[in-house]
């Protein structure tokens, strides 16, 4: 059995910073890749940053690309979202998600088949 555990989410002054930790458990050395999503109410779930198992590659989409970094520790199967410079604009829920189908892209939720529950983020201005 695979499970995905977020934790890190909370409220934040606009400017502020926060570490999200994504812990996976089960069946997991074959995934290519493990990514985070967020939603915000009334939005689609957006996918925002990406890192390759492999070689702890990441991708990032820019509106995050200089704020936000994506990292893992191999030895603890726990992937990380350090979110730097936060804006009012950063609320919502964020999910991290693994077991992509190959030849899916990255970025499309329908292409994962592991997610965790989720963490809410509230950056207040």
């Known amino acids: 059995e695979v499970y995905l555990v977020e934790s890190g989410g909370g409220p934040v002054q606009a400017g502020g910073s926060l570490r999200l930790s994504c812990a996976a458990t089960g069946v997991t050395y074959a995934w290519d890749a493990m990514t985070w999503f967020r939603q915000a109410p009334g939005k689609e779930r957006e996918a925002i940053a990406s890192i390759r198992v492999r070689d702890n590659y990441p991708v990032y989409i820019d509106s995050v690309k200089r704020r936000f970094t994506i990292s893992r520790d191999n030895s603890k199967n726990t992937m990380y979202l350090q979110m730097s410079s936060l804006e009012p604009e950063d609320t919502a829920t964020y999910y991290c998600?693994?077991?992509?189908?190959?030849?899916?892209?990255?970025?499309?939720?329908?292409?994962?088949?592991?997610w965790g529950q989720g963490t809410q983020v509230t950056v207040s201005s």
């Open positions: 998600a693994a077991g992509q189908r190959r030849g899916g892209a990255w970025t499309d939720p329908l292409a994962y088949t592991y």
